[in-house]
């Protein structure tokens, strides 16, 4: 039977897999939500990019600037 | 037959030693058979930089043959930087070469009287002149090497300017960006007044079965070409590592006090580099992975920035460690370090340090000065890069040493300074989560090591059952569990160091954690092939657990380190900041207890020495042998 897409792993939550249909470039995982952008190496590999951009950051890095 | 060179440089004499076949068979080459030789010929409490302190080269027991992947070159001696065991590899093509020259070890003591180079070609060492290359960086003293033998295809192992300074941790360099990075290797050759060694195989290597070689290295090759991170690796090489680590909540941004390096979204990203950056792909001797970027900037401050590589760890080390966002500042850095030699691990750990002390106020601006050390500021982390090769300022005391860099800043300085073993942590890895994988790491025996102790399997959520047939006994899939680690460790500890035996690139093998890539069954095809030996992956795990244990006894012996040597850095005992993964922690007991458990199984009483009945049942019991 023909696959439906490439499967992933969530790098979020690593809970199961996910299927991103072929070509597609942004995919949410059914597990925790979260939307990352995808990248196909060839057309029947793909890999996770990183996050999908409009996502407000979580870091905390002005935090740790010199208070003076 | 493989054979061993000692080279005297003080009185520039060459003797040679055929390797005994037992021998080979226990200790194999590249990183066993080099640390049987340290353990040899290193005098008990030498001085690591003392010209009696053996610095060694070893191609591994499958380099220079039409194998996949072997490629790699170990080298070895007393590090500068811990005073314990030392030992970093490299790929390139001076491993093969090497043993196409005619040698599969070199033991090289004493002093050059004037900067020399080593000339190895048709079974001859040549001792040369290196005046015109002393000062120089690592690609123009390759180049100029090449223009003095008249050939540009030699193959040159060197030295820049930190290995001449003595920099604790200055790397032994090959081509663009091999590095036999950590321990401070580059430190031991300069103090030997040793800038480099050229070398140009022309020997042809005994072959017990060359036609069963053939055709095993055309089934290693399908078997690779077919695995499912072939086309990643292939085209982004170990670049994609970062995404993994960082998404995870598994990254060690500003010193490892956050684990999740936001900046990075569109912008540090394996892709950006690939768009922007990278010519073309090229390879390791006889690698179809063929995983290194060549890259050069074209427009910018940085234009004319040329070089091989980056990797993981320069794109995390000059990336997420220093609170750094532009791609071109991480090239920079990592042509800057290359051209120097010296390690990425240490360099931009104690970038990372220094800049975490000026955060907290404890390095002001007197002391700092010419540089303002905010995260991710460009012009310090590059300037501080030019100080530590040339010890001078902020930068030349961290050359130095770290702990002694700690007394000289004090203010508490020491606390945000991580460490294990002597060795600052390794700058890139933030594995407080993954139990298995920060065990084995902790207690490799040069110091916090990925290369020797990440099991990579134990984070990929896999099924009990797979990891059960990898392993051989249950392991818990979840990684922040520790159900079955220990001994999930100490499996990968001994299989790292039978890639590093046969000089054979770990991401050719299930290492990086891909099932179908090579294993033991794979080493053994090719050892039957090569040398007609009926060996078997269990006698292959033995010789790993051989190597592991005499590298532990050169550390029993060369240091009162035990059991606190085997901890990993006090900052993971601190709970991750941000999601994914926030609040995990390691939990210090519950680390005793698994160390406790490791101890066991290894054999080893609790302060982490081998016991005299392991070390015989393992045929060490005559260490120190000197049968080479």
Known sequence: MQKEGYELRCMRCLKGRVTVPWGQTEIQCPHCGQGWRITWVTPTVAKIRGKVLSKEAEGGASSLHRPF | MERVAYIDLSKREVTTREIPEDLLRKFLGGMGMNAYLLYNHCPPGVPALDPRSPLIFGSGILNGYMDISASRFQVSGKSPETGLYGTANAGGFFGPEMKLAGFQHLVITGKAAQPTYLWIHDGRIDFRDASREWGKDTFE?????????????????????????????????????????????????????????????????????????????????????????FPVLSRYGTLTIFALQNEGGQIAAYNNQLNYFAEAEGKLEDEVFDEKYREKNVSCF???????????????????????????????????????????????GGDLINRYGLDVGSTTGYIGWLMELWQRGIVDREMAAPYTLEWGNAEAILGLIHQMAKKQGLGGI???????????????????????????????????????TCLGEATTNRGFCHLRGRSSFELFGMPEEVLTKIYGHPVDPNFQSWRGKPAMAIWTQHFTT????????????????????????????????????????????????????????????????????????EIFYQPNKLEPLKGVRMDRAEYEKALDEYYDLRGWNRDGVPKTETLERLGLGEEPSRRV
């Open chain 2, 498 to 569: 039978i890639a590093d035996c046969l000089g054979t690139c770990k991401f050719a093998t299930m290492w990086p954690g891909s099932i179908t890539n090579m294993g033991y069954e794979n080493f053994c095809e090719t050892i039957r092939a090569i040398k007609g030996w009926d060996i078997t992956p269990k006698e292959l795990m033995e010789i790993g657990e051989r190597v592991w244990n005499l590298e532990r006894m050169f550390n029993v012996r060369e240091s009162s380190i035990r059991r606190e040597g085997d901890m990993p850095p």
């Open chain 2, 286 to 332: 006889a690698c179809p992975i063929h995983c290194t970027g060549r890259f050069k900037i074209d427009s910018g401050p940085y234009k004319g920035v040329f070089g091989e590589g980056p990797e993981y760890y320069y794109m995390s080390g000059f990336g997420a460690v220093v609170g750094n966002a532009d791609w071109e500042v991480v090239l920079a």
């Open chain 2, 141 to 229: 003293t390759q180049k100029l090497i090449m223009e003095d033998l008249a050939d540009p295809e030699v193959h040159i192992a060197c030295i820049g300017q930190a290995g001449e300074n003595l920099v604790r941790f200055a790397c032994v360099m090959q081509g663009l960006k091999r590095a036999a990075g950590r321990t401070g290797m580059g430190a031991l050759m300069g103090s030997k007044n040793l800038k480099a060694i050229a070398v140009k195989g022309t020997k042809t290597l005994d072959t017990h079965d060359p036609t069963a070689l053939l055709g095993t290295a055309q089934r290693h090759y399908r078997q690779i070409t077919k695995s499912k991170i």
């Open chain 2, 398 to 436: 961290v050359a130095e040493h770290g702990v002694w860099a700690a007394q000289v800043i004090g203010k508490g300085s020491e606390k945000y300074l991580h460490r294990g073993k002597n060795l600052i942590h390794e700058s890139a890895i933030n594995d407080r989560a993954a139990k298995g």
